[in-house]
């Protein structure tokens, strides 16, 4: 009995040395750098699209490649180039807003690159029912256009 036990905690021992001494893998070091990860528009009017240009940045020694832009909705539209962006180069990822719900909002981008690896971006901000017609005419302004002529 004993040389079972013995023979047991020896294998659980040795089990527990291997584990510790296999290396964990290195973490990825992340090869992009964004100017600004989040961009707020602040008060939008309904109805009128606005769009921001996020500046990234390649900080790694490869050429980094935008493999995908994917946003929250389908009222957010990204535009990148698919070019591979140099060592120390620099692109833009425009991300349009469609502006058609009224409150406030905030959608992500992501951005896939190098096969795998994301890096999240943010928009947000509030849209505000605008006024249906044109602010009147103001008769002081146009009497002073008739006294100028």
Request: net charge positive.
């Amino acid at each position: 009995m004993k040389l079972v036990f013995l023979l047991s905690s020896l294998l659980v021992l040795s089990t527990l040395v291997q584990a510790q001494t296999a290396a964990a893998p290195a973490p990825a070091v992340e090869v992009i750098q964004v100017k600004e990860p989040a961009h707020d528009f602040g008060k939008i009017p309904q109805g009128r699209p606005a769009s921001y240009s996020f500046e990234i940045m390649n900080t790694g020694k490869e050429p980094l490649v935008l493999d995908n832009v994917q946003v929250s909705c389908g009222c957010t539209t990204p535009q990148w180039s698919k070019d591979p962006i140099a060592p120390g180069g620099t692109a833009k990822v425009t991300v349009g807003y469609n502006a058609y719900a009224e409150g406030y909002f905030e959608k992500t981008i992501t951005l896939q690159y190098n096969k795998g690896q994301t890096k999240m971006l943010v928009i947000k901000g509030t849209v505000y029912k605008a006024p249906p017609a044109p602010a009147p005419e103001n008769a002081s302004v146009k009497l002073l256009k008739q006294i100028n002529q």
